[in-house]
């Protein structure tokens, strides 16, 4: 009887099959290796997002006070004078806000621009972006334009409002109110856009040919309305308590203002639009 014995032991690796193995100390160094790779990775996407932020958080103040004095300029640009059926008394107000700051208002009739309904929704679209859409408010801050007809005969009023903000405070917003129902027999709300947020004073001068008024009410002056307004925006942008306040003069040249204006004057107001501008306080 045979003793032979058959076993199922596998047979013993080569010298060639040892060779396509890794060995540990192999996978520690190809770890380590991705390890420094996808740091670097990770920190240039990092310093790039945050070049992106810082770009993105200078720009932005300028950007928001363009657009928002655009539509503003073919609103004052196109304002009516003070009399007729669809017109109205041009009002503007100094006014003081929270901390003895500017708070002025205005408010006129004017035809308006048929540019502003492409414009007014490039704005919504804008602000929509920027606050995520909603916040219950008319006009540009919900991503709709004004129901005005471009280029028809409107009220427009301008001033601070008010709004709720981030973290459950509330932020002072550059609005613009505007009412298109003039011969309306009873009182007619008109539809706000928030053209601005985070602004911390707003302060209108108005030129009557001669000198710089603070206020100007048109029923006592002959129904007369001002030859430019000057119009000085401060957004405040301060971020982890160091403060940023930014300032954005604009003048607007009224072309239908009747005010009486001499020679002397008239040059003043010629060569004075970029002194007047910069050299407010």
């Known amino acids: 009887m045979s003793t032979d014995r058959r076993t199922n032991l596998a047979p013993r690796p080569t010298a060639g099959r040892r060779a396509a193995a890794f060995t540990l100390l192999e996978l520690l160094v190809a770890l380590a290796m991705a390890g420094i790779i996808a740091g670097s990775l990770y920190s240039a996407l990092r310093i790039g997002f945050r070049a992106r932020t810082s770009a993105e958080a200078a720009v932005e103040p300028i950007r928001t006070a363009e657009?928002?004095?655009s539509v503003?300029?073919?609103?004052?640009?196109?304002?009516v004078r003070a009399t007729g059926t669809l017109a109205g008394p041009f009002v503007g107000t100094d006014t003081t806000g929270d901390g003895g700051l500017a708070a002025d208002a205005v408010s006129f009739y004017t035809l308006g621009n048929p540019?502003?309904?492409d414009f007014l929704a490039s704005l919504a679209v804008t602000q929509g972006n920027q606050q995520g859409g909603g916040g219950g408010v008319k006009g540009a801050m919900n991503g709709t334009t004004s129901n005005a007809v471009p280029a028809e005969a409107r009220k427009v009023e301008i001033g601070l409002v008010s709004y709720p903000g981030?973290?459950?405070?509330?932020?002072?917003?550059l609005v613009r109110r505007v009412t298109t129902n003039l011969l309306s027999q009873v009182a007619v709300d008109g539809d706000e856009e928030v053209l601005c947020r985070g602004v911390r004073a707003v302060n209108f001068r108005y030129f009557d040919g001669t000198t710089w008024q603070d206020s100007w009410d048109s029923t006592q002056i002959n129904n007369n309305i001002p030859t430019a307004v000057e119009m000085i925006v401060e957004l405040d942008r301060s971020t982890d308590g160091v403060p940023r306040i930014i300032r954005f003069p604009r003048m607007f040249l009224l072309s239908t203002s009747t005010v009486t204006t001499d020679t002397g004057a008239a040059t003043g107001t010629g060569t004075g639009t970029g002194t007047g501008t910069g050299g407010t306080p």
Do not use: K
């Open 115 to 117: 540019a502003d309904a």
């Open 67 to 69: 657009m928002a004095t």
């Open 72 to 79: 503003l300029r073919s609103d004052f640009e196109c304002a």
């Open 166 to 173: 981030p973290n459950n405070s509330s932020e002072q917003c």
